[in-house]
């Protein structure tokens, strides 16, 4: 069985934990990167984004996942465009996965310069197939001339309902699509408390409406956003499938970071470890009890 290991909405909290396991587990995995979520880690720890970046791209596969994440505003988003400010104006679905494509170029090419990142496309470094995933939504767009399977079920579009005209274009536009079959079950508090956060402040935000930049490790929100099932649960779930040739699995970095930050002393080291300072063991026992059944590990530009 192949599985595709897929880490959404970073590069945040937890990327960093999420790619130390892949490496001391030896895995590839796809990240399907959001700008704005990015933003607000670059502004906590710049110097760890671009690591993460850098790892990212040599060593993995790099996905569009819009910039915007559509501010968790789903059904408006695929509907009308993303509002982006107190006027009528609106971006398109399509030109705010072009403006992540080219938020995510500009660092790749601080990183790695100019001459090396084709800016008319996102890629990693061992990457020639553009993916992308649609925030919020399981749909599926994916060209069966090169991602041949003999899975019948495998061009599964469960959201298709909103999502249709948007996937074709972004398809057009040159990404292969793809939704998962598997998602390792978390809560997600934090988009609703960024959806009452606008409810509440629409009135007064003053010029563009950017997610906020919420402190994961706080007391107030480093429980949110975890896990709800152990690895097991997920694993018994793809044992039903196992006849499956192939498996994508969804996860959210943030799902893995630690608990506390060193420098909030109002949680102690104590209830932090107590708490979440070890949810990467549980991604390395996931790794490696699929590595008992002889799961391959391959990231999603090599879906055939
Ligand atoms: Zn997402």
Same mark, same amino acid.
């Given at each position: 069985?192949?599985?595709?290991?897929?880490?959404?909405?970073? $590069?945040?909290? +937890?990327?960093?934990? %999420?790619? !130390?396991?892949?490496?001391?587990?030896? %895995?590839?995995?796809?990240?399907?990167?959001?700008? =704005?979520?990015?933003?607000?880690?670059?502004?906590?720890? !710049?110097?760890?984004?671009?690591?993460?970046?850098?790892?990212?791209?040599?060593?993995?596969? $790099?996905?569009?996942?819009? *910039?915007?994440?559509?501010?968790? *505003?789903?059904?408006?988003?695929?509907? #009308?465009?993303?509002? &982006?400010?107190?006027?009528?104006?609106?971006?398109? %679905?399509?030109?705010? /996965?072009?403006?992540?494509?080219?938020?995510?170029?500009?660092?790749?090419?601080?990183?790695? +310069?100019?001459?090396?990142?084709?800016?008319?496309?996102?890629?990693?470094?061992?990457?020639?197939?553009?993916?992308?995933?649609?925030? +919020?939504?399981?749909?599926?767009?994916?060209?069966?001339?090169?991602?041949?399977?003999?899975?019948?079920?495998?061009?599964?579009?469960?959201?298709? %309902?909103?999502? #249709?005209?948007?996937?074709?274009?972004?398809?057009?536009? +040159?990404?292969?699509?793809?939704?998962?079959?598997? @998602?390792?079950?978390?809560?997600?508090?934090?988009?609703?408390?960024?959806?009452?956060?606008?409810?509440?402040?629409?009135?007064?935000?003053?010029? @563009?409406?950017?997610?906020?930049?919420?402190?994961?490790?706080?007391?107030?929100n480093f429980k949110k956003d975890r896990l709800t099932e152990d690895y097991q649960d997920l694993i018994d779930r793809m044992m039903t499938k196992r006849n499956s040739e192939k498996? &994508?699995?969804?996860?959210?970095?943030?799902?893995?970071?630690?608990?506390?930050?060193?420098?909030?002393?109002?949680? =102690?080291?104590?209830?932090?470890?107590?708490? /979440?300072?070890? @949810?990467?063991?549980?991604?390395?026992?996931?790794?490696?009890?699929?590595?008992?059944?002889?799961?391959?590990? #391959?990231t999603l530009d090599k879906f055939y």
């Amino acid at each position: 069985m192949d599985v595709y290991l897929s880490f959404d909405d970073g $590069i945040q909290s +937890g990327t960093k934990q %999420v790619l !130390e396991t892949l490496k001391a587990n030896s %895995v590839k995995a796809t990240f399907f990167l959001t700008g =704005s979520f990015s933003n607000h880690y670059i502004s906590q720890d !710049e110097t760890n984004f671009l690591c993460c970046l850098k790892d990212i791209y040599e060593n993995h596969s $790099i996905g569009n996942h819009s *910039f915007s994440h559509a501010n968790e *505003f789903y059904s408006d988003y695929y509907h #009308k465009g993303l509002k &982006i400010d107190n006027s009528d104006l609106r971006r398109s %679905v399509t030109d705010d /996965f072009k403006l992540n494509k080219n938020w995510i170029n500009t660092y790749l090419a601080r990183i790695f +310069g100019e001459k090396k990142i084709n800016e008319s496309t996102l890629l990693a470094a061992n990457q020639v197939i553009q993916l992308g995933r649609l925030p +919020g939504r399981n749909a599926w767009r994916i060209n069966p001339a090169i991602f041949n399977s003999n899975q019948a079920n495998f061009l599964i579009s469960i959201d298709d %309902v909103d999502t #249709k005209q948007e996937a074709d274009m972004l398809f057009q536009d +040159g990404y292969q699509i793809f939704g998962w079959h598997e @998602e390792w079950k978390m809560k997600f508090e934090l988009s609703s408390d960024t959806r009452s956060f606008f409810k509440q402040n629409i009135e007064t935000i003053v010029g @563009e409406y950017n997610s906020p930049n919420w402190d994961l490790h706080s007391m107030e929100n480093f429980k949110k956003d975890r896990l709800t099932e152990d690895y097991q649960d997920l694993i018994d779930r793809m044992m039903t499938k196992r006849n499956s040739e192939k498996l &994508i699995i969804l996860m959210h970095d943030r799902a893995f970071r630690t608990g506390y930050k060193k420098n909030n002393t109002n949680i =102690s080291p104590e209830i932090s470890i107590k708490y /979440f300072d070890n @949810e990467r063991e549980k991604l390395s026992k996931m790794i490696n009890t699929l590595k008992q059944y002889n799961a391959r590990f #391959k990231t999603l530009d090599k879906f055939y």
